[in-house]
């Protein structure tokens, strides 16, 4: 069975604080929930289907569905890959409108991280120790120098450069100073990247995504259900989702990222190719995030990623794969420190022409919506999604 | 077996989490031993230690003594640190399991890819001492 043009992201929304002191989390959530249902043209009762991940407060699923006051769902689902979940979801609610499960699918994301430094929140588990943690947890390993061991072991083995890396910040920057609600809206050239401070070698601070609170939410529904909406139908063709760590430590490879498995089986399931794709969402923690996601989805080869994004190859009408034309996680938002449900927000708005006019890909009917949550220098998730504007 | 406390890249380790499965490890690193765990069936020697092998799920695996000898695969210098900067990174033993760790007796600007390095024991906070590497 194929989820291939089984279901529809007929409502989206980014919520616009980036900096939230006078709310809490669930009414984050809940706030994102209206937002997204108001962009479909469905009430909170129309919800039979309801998905969220490590973010989601209390017991997850179950107390965020009692507070917003969800009462007709049939079929949740709360799986946990880190940043990515969201795009995870994407798949999994197409998954479940095509059986029949539920016809319009809640996806929501939401935290402060900004107000309570360090709570994001990875999920599950019941407060037992990962694993792991006894031989990892104890070398201060974070997201800045598990990322920046995968910069460092890709300029020894490509020869990427900092300057080609910087490039992906600076085609971020351009995008975002044209969103009123983005973190960081100054343009930034290659020189200001590369002259900001070292955070953890190779990466420096312009290097690294924004820390801001908001969220955001998605409704997915059935054909049918699209149909009686009044808004640009963005069709689901195709899904893929990889998860990816060390294995045991045996060739260990910190230049490739889960995206060589999920692009493939979503790109399969769509019957499209990178070469088809305008307008490309990819997660970006990180600068070296892009890089390495961009080669492992096949935009270029292998090693090539540095050369690819160089000289505003990624600038919407500029280069030739616009990417993250809010701004992204570098300039525009990475709520709660996770990015995936803004990489298909965004997807979502160039797909139906609602991009801002500086930065909209004309004709923009095919788009992919990319993301890896974890790290990707210790365990990760990759989760890909390909979407259609239906004509 | 306790790293000098003038050696600016040693930062403050927490106690490692021990449970059943790991509590052999942490009994010779007491005794400044570096235990690698293979299994019987496969042959495959894996890291972190688990009962159960990752690559054939055998149960039959065993504990070995490793000299903790390898090369630096990569590496990271952090910057944002409230304790001074810290090396992190993996080392790809002889035995051929990559290992996540800190690295020692090196200033910053010395460490490289492929560098050969040699484990050590560091005392921690109100635990057992951990691996961390330092040049050979």
């Known amino acids: 069975m194929s989820i291939k043009g089984k279901a529809y992201i007929m409502g989206?929304?980014?919520h616009?604080?980036?900096?939230?002191p006078d709310k809490t989390t669930p009414q984050l959530h809940a706030e994102c929930a209206r937002g997204a249902l108001a962009d479909a043209g469905l009430t909170k009762d129309d919800i039979d289907g309801y998905f969220c991940a490590g973010d989601a407060p209390g017991f997850g699923a179950l107390s965020m569905i009692d507070y917003m006051g969800l009462k007709n769902?049939?079929?949740?689902?709360?799986?946990?890959?880190?940043?990515?979940?969201?795009?995870v979801h994407v798949g999994h609610a197409a998954e479940a409108i095509a059986a029949?499960?539920?016809s319009v699918a809640l996806i929501t994301l939401a935290g402060r991280p900004r107000q309570a430094r360090g709570?994001?929140?990875r999920g599950g588990g019941f407060g037992e120790p990962a694993p792991e943690a006894g031989f990892e947890n104890i070398y201060g390993g974070s997201t800045h120098n598990t990322y920046g061991m995968c910069a460092m072991r890709h300029m020894y083995e490509y020869g990427t450069t900092s300057e080609q890396l910087a490039w992906i910040k600076v085609a971020a920057s351009h995008h975002a100073q044209w969103n009123e609600h983005a973190f960081l809206r100054d343009v930034v050239t290659v020189e200001d990247v590369i002259s900001s401070r070292m955070i953890s070698d190779p990466l420096h601070l312009l290097d690294c995504c924004v820390v801001t609170d908001g969220g955001g939410a998605l409704i997915v529904t059935s054909p049918e259900i699209a149909r009686?909406?009044?808004r640009p139908k963005v069709r689901v063709m195709g899904a893929g989702e990889a998860p990816?760590?060390?294995r045991g430590g045996l060739d260990l490879d910190l230049t490739h990222s889960g995206a060589v498995w999920s692009g493939p089986k979503a790109f399969g399931e769509a019957g499209v190719t990178p070469a088809d794709i305008k307008y490309a969402s990819i997660y970006d923690s990180f600068t070296i995030t892009v890089l390495m996601q961009i080669e492992d989805l096949g935009f270029c080869a292998k090693g090539e990623g540095g050369r690819f994004v160089s000289d505003g190859n990624l600038i919407s009408g500029v280069g030739k794969l616009p990417f993250n034309t809010d701004g992204g996680g570098l300039c525009n938002n990475h709520p709660t420190n996770r990015g995936g449900i803004t990489k298909v927000i965004e997807a979502v708005r160039q797909l139906r022409g609602e991009a801002h006019p500086k930065v909209q890909v004309p004709n923009c009917d095919l788009a992919i919506a990319h993301g890896t949550g974890g790290s990707l220098g210790t365990r990760h998730g990759s989760a890909t999604v390909i979407l259609e504007r239906e004509a | 077996m306790s790293e000098a406390s003038n050696d600016p890249m040693v930062r403050p380790i927490p106690a490692p989490v021990v449970n059943l499965e790991t509590q052999a490890f942490w009994d010779a690193a007491r005794e400044g031993r570096f235990l690698i765990k293979r299994c019987?069936?496969?042959?495959?020697?894996?890291?972190?230690?688990?009962?159960?092998?990752?690559?054939?799920?055998?149960?039959?695996?065993?504990w070995e003594e490793s000299p903790g000898e390898g090369a630096i695969y990569t590496y990271s210098v952090m910057r944002r640190s409230q304790t001074g900067p810290y090396a992190i990174g993996y080392v790809t033993l002889d035995e051929g399991p990559a290992v996540l760790t800190n690295f020692l007796g090196v200033p910053p600007d010395a460490l490289s890819i492929g560098l050969r390095v040699k484990v050590r024991f560091q005392d921690t906070d109100g635990g057992p001492p951990v691996p961390v590497f330092a040049p050979i």
Do not use: M, Q
Not at chain 1, 16 to 20: F, H
Not at chain 2, 41 to 60: F, L
């Open chain 1, 228 to 230: 009686s909406l009044n």
């Open chain 1, 100 to 102: 029949g499960k539920c």
């Open chain 1, 12 to 14: 989206a929304f980014e």
């Open chain 2, 40 to 62: 019987v069936d496969c042959g495959k020697a894996h890291w972190y230690p688990r009962a159960i092998c990752p690559y054939c799920a055998s149960g039959e695996t065993v």
């Open chain 1, 244 to 246: 990816k760590g060390p």
């Open chain 1, 119 to 121: 709570a994001g929140g």
């Open chain 1, 73 to 87: 769902v049939r079929h949740l689902d709360s799986t946990e890959t880190g940043g990515s979940s969201y795009i």
């Open chain 1, 16 to 20: 616009p604080l980036r900096d939230a």
